[in-house]
């Protein structure tokens, strides 16, 4: 080999290395950014799911909510494991009046549409 085709191999050689590392970072990075989607995805599933929940047992159940059906809440909340959104629970299953217990309805939606939107 002449001194000219080497220097076209290394510079092929290198061109095509820094190509395959670019790659190889692009690969991991969207890798990575995918399972961040699918994890905020599961998150938001959840918090829909508890919401349903809520909306059927509590806003559309028309009469005092059962014990069986509180700890199905209760459980649902808690499996979030979100402390936010448990505090607003905890504050909206502490009320003590209907006005309290309406205020407290309307931050708990609050803070599950914010998480949503995360």
């Known amino acids: 080999m002449t001194k000219k085709q080497k220097i076209a191999a290394a510079t092929i ?6 190509s395959n590392l670019f790659f190889v970072y692009k690969y991991y990075s ?4 995918q399972r961040l989607t699918e994890q905020k995805q599961q998150i938001n599933s959840q918090i829909l799911s508890f919401t ?4 059927a047992k509590v806003l559309r159940g028309g009469e ?3 014990f069986d059906d509180r700890l199905q809440l209760e459980n649902a909340v808690r ?4 402390k936010v959104i448990f505090a607003a629970w ?5 009320a003590k009046d209907q006005a309290e217990v309406q205020n407290d309805f309307y ?10 939107e995360e």
């Open 13 to 18: 050689f290198v061109l095509l290395f820094g």
């Open 30 to 33: 969207d890798h990575r950014n």
């Open 52 to 55: 349903q929940l809520f909306m």
């Open 64 to 66: 005092v909510v059962s």
């Open 79 to 82: 499996a979030l494991n979100d």
């Open 90 to 94: 905890e504050k909206f299953t502490k």
């Open 107 to 116: 931050d708990l939606f609050e803070v599950l549409l914010e998480k949503i």
